[in-house]
């Protein structure tokens, strides 16, 4: 499985960016997705998406701001990023959970089995 994040940069507080993940050499529906964010040393799950059904999961500091979606291809999953705030930044990786937790269980624990090398997030003031 390979995951290529892209889409990152750099936004002010209030605006947005869209995060892309385009993921290779697997079969979707076999497979929760998820955006996790990791800042120093710790890393945190930010929304989670079902491959089985579409259920997501959101940390609460995003919700109502941030948007995880699917392509129609379903080798693509996005993320998002709406009225950005400072706490947003770090650097973000997608990555990939075979069905053994559900949505909220793998960003919760940051259960991962494969992820990407990550794309930063900066927001400036």
């Known amino acids: 499985v390979h995951l290529v994040e892209s889409g990152g940069g750099l936004a002010e507080t209030g605006g947005s960016l869209r995060l892309a993940c385009r993921i290779s050499g697997y079969t979707f529906d076999h497979y929760n997705i998820g955006w996790f964010r990791q800042v120093g040393k710790e890393y945190e799950g930010v929304s989670c998406i079902s491959g089985v059904d579409g259920a997501t999961y959101y940390l609460d500091s995003v919700k109502g701001r941030f948007t995880i979606s699917r392509g129609d291809a379903k080798d693509m999953v996005f993320l998002q990023m709406n009225s950005l705030r400072l706490d947003d930044a770090g650097t973000y990786h997608c990555?990939?959970?075979?069905?053994?937790?559900?949505?909220?269980?793998?960003?919760?624990?940051?259960?991962?089995?494969?992820w990407g090398q990550g794309i930063q997030v900066n927001v400036s003031s």
């Open positions: 990555a990939t959970r075979a069905l053994d937790y559900n949505v909220k269980e793998m960003c919760v624990g940051v259960r991962i089995g494969y």
